[in-house]
């Protein structure tokens, strides 16, 4: 084959379930900056015209309807342009999932998903259908006939094929069978959600692939929150036998982020310009870039006007204040001051014009002003260090900052309760109660505060709180959204060290020098987070024995007891402890506010974990530890 040169891009964007106008706008932004690059073939992400996140609308025939009219008004903008697009399909009962190409205003095949994920987070089997390898069909809508499968394309006689996402992450991957049909070059339109240093696996996947297969391969996927909980990072990637060409910045705030290459084919075809990968190893600098993408895009996605949280000075809150700040900075970064406040939606124009007159870090500050709000709730049992902490932390960024205690509204509701059994309450026989009381009294206040300023309450519960049920329902865990419920404690604390000593932020050194605490017993008692449980780093590795490795607690114990953490009575306590309250409480977790999935897994049960709310509680198990 003679040399030929092509240029190639893909477009990250940052789509949004069923919001037409929103995702048909990116859709148009990046061909008509495609068509101005003379790109040849432009990739799109997957099912990029109704959004990946709809869920069981993917079952209602009249939503493939409604994207097929959707598709041919794309069809109408790629003029002298190749555009592949993301779109399922319906044939009879059956749903595909598929990348549509478009070639000069004319739909010239339907590549069909072969492999469906159905691990962790993903449901793809409970809506789509499996497409057989090598197989071309055929359908007809609205009167037209079009060719569907596993389709070889051409553009100016170099051949195309596809993997869609979960394609390529498997052994048997479409690409194997591609190679020997002379295919040079291969498209990947992904829908792979953000998760820690998962991007090293997929740019592993892409060029081992482009090496094993001596080819040309583009892969683009998601940008940003798309429905809720999942972020994607939006990365490009076009590598050639085994070198990485292009390679975007991951998670930025654009709603197109697009790169563009020209690349050679034939026998012996010149490698274009490479450039050298590093890594992202720093997963604190991930977590806090996924968080503030998946705020801001939490924020106005769902109209709300900014962000409320009860600040009471430890880490979990700490760090929610943080992200909020975050977002703001990273937003500036990314798309500049005044397209960052135009982009909230919140803003007149007065006073958009009004931000134009500051500094960037002017902006940064009035805008944390505007967007965050904090209230510190205390109690006759907090304690001035926190007061401080949450104080100096709230002025620090620039956040409003409330003050207010509690204690007649907690006094009232345990008179009441004391009329009513006739006793008083006390510490040595309630408690839990008198603890619970102090955390559900705050809910109200603080929910009053969000819905006046018509924003988002933060909730600030973390993954080994959830796991153990220590939280206190319609109190701490109240909220619209709980940022940091897919990372631990142990992370959590190291976070905000990296975000004060990296980042800048010098309003964390009061809370990095406090041990947690809830702060709801009496001061006399030095309540502390790792009293009332067990050590967070124990807890965390028993929790991601047991149900991300998926071993048996005698198992579990085993490790342990091998890897020298306690002796075997410390450990057993530990492991009855965790088993017995993770049983307990899984109807706590049923009810947390939706978390953004930020590790390799969570313990969300309406996306990655689910279990029982009623069961054994491991009895059996637990009685058998050590016996062996």
């Not at 490009?236 to 290459?261: S, T, Y």
């Not at 991601?544 to 450990?571: C, N």
Request: aromatic share 10%.
């Amino acid at each position: 084959m003679k040399e030929t040169r092509l240029t190639l891009a893909g477009a990250a964007l940052n789509q949004t379930p069923l919001d037409w106008d929103n995702n048909l706008q990116n859709i148009k932004d990046a061909i008509t900056e495609a068509i101005t690059h003379n790109v040849d073939i432009l990739l799109l992400p997957e099912l990029c015209i109704t959004g990946y996140g709809c869920e069981d609308l993917f079952l209602s025939p009249w939503l493939g309807e409604e994207a097929f009219q959707k598709l041919l008004q794309v069809k109408e903008w790629c003029t002298d342009i190749t555009v592949c697009v993301g779109v399922h399909i319906w044939i009879g009962t059956q749903v595909y999932n598929t990348a549509c190409v478009i070639k000069n205003k004319e739909i010239i095949g339907f590549t069909a998903k072969q492999f469906l994920a159905k691990d962790g987070i993903h449901y793809e089997p409970r809506w789509f259908t499996e497409w057989p390898a090598n197989q071309v069909g055929e359908f007809e809508l609205f009167g037209q006939k079009y060719k569907i499968g596993d389709l070889i394309y051409e553009e100016k006689g170099v051949k195309y094929a596809f993997e869609i996402c979960e394609d390529a992450w498997r052994p048997n991957r479409p690409a194997e069978r591609h190679m020997a049909k002379g295919v040079q070059l291969i498209l990947n339109p992904s829908a792979s959600h953000f998760a820690l240093s998962k991007t090293d696996l997929r740019y592993r996947l892409v060029v081992d692939a482009s090496k094993k297969y001596q080819c040309t391969y583009l892969y683009a996927n998601l940008l940003g929150n798309e429905a809720g909980k999942v972020i994607y990072d939006g990365e490009v990637l076009i590598a050639q036998n085994g070198h990485l060409i292009k390679r975007n910045e991951l998670l930025c705030f654009k709603n197109v982020d697009m790169e563009v290459a020209e690349v050679c084919f034939g026998d012996n075809p010149t490698i274009a310009e490479t450039i050298t990968y590093l890594p992202p190893i720093d997963e604190n600098k991930e977590v806090m870039a996924a968080l503030s993408l998946g705020l801001f895009d939490y924020m106005r996605k769902s109209h709300s006007r900014g962000f409320v949280l009860s600040l009471s000075g430890g880490a979990d809150s700490s760090l929610c204040a943080v992200a909020v700040a975050e977002m703001v900075r990273r937003g500036i970064e990314s798309l500049g001051a005044l397209a960052f406040v135009a982009k909230t939606q919140l803003f007149p124009l007065k006073d958009v014009a009004y931000f134009d007159t500051l500094s960037e870090s002017q902006v940064g500050r009035e805008l944390v002003g505007r967007l965050l709000t904090c209230a510190y709730q205390g109690t006759v049992n907090s304690s001035d260090d926190t007061y401080n902490s949450a104080k100096e932390l709230a002025a620090s960024i620039g956040a409003v900052f409330y003050s207010w205690t509690i204690d007649e509204q907690v006094k009232g509701y345990t008179s009441i309760i004391e009329g009513a059994l006739d006793r008083p309450l006390t510490w040595a026989e309630d408690d839990v109660t008198l603890q619970n009381i102090q955390a559900r009294v705050r809910a109200p206040s603080i929910w009053m505060l969000a819905n006046i300023k018509g924003a988002l309450l933060l909730a600030t519960s973390n993954r080994s709180e959830a796991a153990v049920g220590y939280a206190t329902m319609d109190g701490d865990t109240a909220g619209s959204i709980s940022p940091i419920a897919g990372i631990d404690k142990s992370f959590v604390r190291q976070l905000l060290v990296w975000c004060q000593t990296e980042l800048g932020y010098e309003g964390l050194q009061y809370v990095n020098n406090l041990q947690p605490s809830a702060e709801l017993r009496p001061a006399k008692e030095a309540q502390t987070d790792e009293k009332d449980l067990m050590p967070y780093d124990v807890l965390n590795q028993i929790e991601r024995l047991a149900f991300y490795d998926r071993f048996a607690p005698q198992e579990v114990y085993d490790k342990l007891l091998e890897a020298g953490v306690a002796d075997g009575e410390t450990i057993k306590g530990w492991l009855t402890k965790f088993y017995s309250l993770w049983s307990r409480n899984q109807w706590k977790r049923e009810r947390y506010a939706p978390s953004f999935h930020l590790d390799d897994y969570s313990l969300d049960p309406r996306s990655w974990l689910r279990f029982p709310i009623l069961s054994g509680g491991f009895r059996e198990e637990l009685r058998q530890l050590g016996e062996k």
